[in-house]
């Protein structure tokens, strides 16, 4: 059987114009697990594109052989919107241009939408108690009627992944490693997929700050147990943010891997029948996502690095220089230093920055006082 394709149409919001979501499904609708894949929610972030591009072909062929075991979304542009945002021959798409700010941040808090209609429903059956909560999200969606194009394509995705098994949101950084992000409850749930991937880091968060994409589907299951522990409310979902290295890692062969990697963890996770290989040796441990420093410029000048991704480094080590050419050269330098001992994970490609741009992310084992705060994100 092929892939089942849909266009889900987006609110119109000029005359004479229209986008659309494209849809793929694989495996029989409602069968478990769910699992559901996005790629370019941040639609400047491309090498999700590519990734799923070669993973649709691996579903198909085992749609084909018939080892598709649960059901499988795969949603390869999740952001028409920002796809069609360029500015002087560059796409930008990571901030949606008429004012509704990061696409990936203020997702709703669908434990908060539901709570008042799943309390006199919960029991003490955890499996009742899951299907409760899941069509308690599917039925508070449905029930909202967008108020513009974002709104729109944020209920479109949204209906797609509430109910799921596991949700994966398909970005990059700049200049990174692989990493993942995800809640504390989701770990070590998510330790194989990690593994697979070759993550550098698993960077974990109850809660990020950012309301974004990915614990808009994770964290409605360990709020809704702390307002109900009367009752057995698992972690029924297990939705992280992948992000595949950087922007410019973007050719085939990488992208090939990266699918594998992904479908090789789907076989794991049951979604896929068949015997994937041997899990791979992880190449991290889980750490606080506040141990994390996120290395900001004090001043504005040109950046030249003093490390490397994946360079280890202690406190108090120098991450780059900012110069200023309009200085003299013994006054130009000014020495940018991290608080963690860690790894390098990731820098900027655009090396003119501002003051308060990131200019590297270290991770680290110990939270770090100045990383304590209700948002761990970079805007």
């Not at 001043?299 to 030249?304: E, K, N, P, T, W």
Request: hydrophobic letters at 40%; charged letters at 25%; a negative charge.
């Amino acid at each position: 059987m092929p892939a089942r394709s849909d266009r889900l149409p987006l609110l119109t919001v000029s005359p004479g114009t229209a986008r659309h979501l494209t849809v793929h499904r694989f495996g029989a609708e409602g069968a478990r697990p769910k699992v559901y894949l996005q790629a370019a929610l941040h639609a400047d972030e491309t090498p999700g594109l590519l990734v799923q591009h070669h993973l649709y072909r691996l579903l198909e062929e085992a749609e084909r052989e018939g080892r598709i075991a649960g059901e499988v979304i795969l949603v390869p542009y999740a952001n028409p919107i920002g796809l069609s945002q360029f500015t002087n021959g560059e796409n930008m798409g990571r901030y949606e241009q008429g004012g509704g700010g990061n696409f990936n941040r203020n997702w709703p808090d669908l434990a908060e939408g539901i709570a008042e209609a799943v309390k006199d429903k919960l029991t003490d059956d955890e499996a009742g108690n899951i299907a409760v909560i899941r069509g308690a999200m599917r039925a508070h969606l449905e029930d909202q009627k967008p108020a513009s194009e974002l709104h729109s394509l944020r209920l479109a995705l949204a209906s797609l992944a509430c109910d799921a098994d596991l949700v994966l949101d398909l970005h990059c950084d700049d200049q990174a490693l692989m990493h993942l992000f995800l809640i504390p409850a989701n770990w070590p749930d998510g330790a194989e997929l990690a593994a697979d991937l070759g993550c550098r880091a698993v960077l974990l968060a109850e809660d990020s700050g950012g309301s974004s994409f990915d614990e808009t589907f994770s964290t409605p299951w360990t709020r809704l147990a702390d307002r109900f522990p009367q009752y057995p409310i698992p972690a029924a979902c297990v939705s992280g943010t992948v992000e595949l290295r950087g922007r410019s890692d973007v050719d085939d062969a990488t992208a090939e891997a990266d699918a594998e990697a992904l479908f090789n963890s789907l076989m794991r996770y049951g979604a896929i029948a068949g015997n994937p290989p041997p899990l791979p040796e992880a190449l991290c441990e889980a750490t606080r996502l506040d141990a994390t420093d996120t290395v900001r410029s004090p001043v504005a000048g040109v950046v030249a690095y003093a490390v490397d991704l994946g360079q280890r480094v202690s406190k108090g080590d120098t991450i780059a220089w900012v110069v200023d050419p309009t200085q003299p050269p013994e006054k130009a330098r000014t020495a940018v230093t991290t608080a963690a001992d860690g790894l390098i994970l990731s820098r900027r490609s655009q090396r003119y920055v501002r003051p308060g741009m990131v200019l590297a992310k270290v991770v680290g084992k110990e939270p770090l006082p100045h990383r304590q705060g209700s948002y761990l994100l970079e805007d």
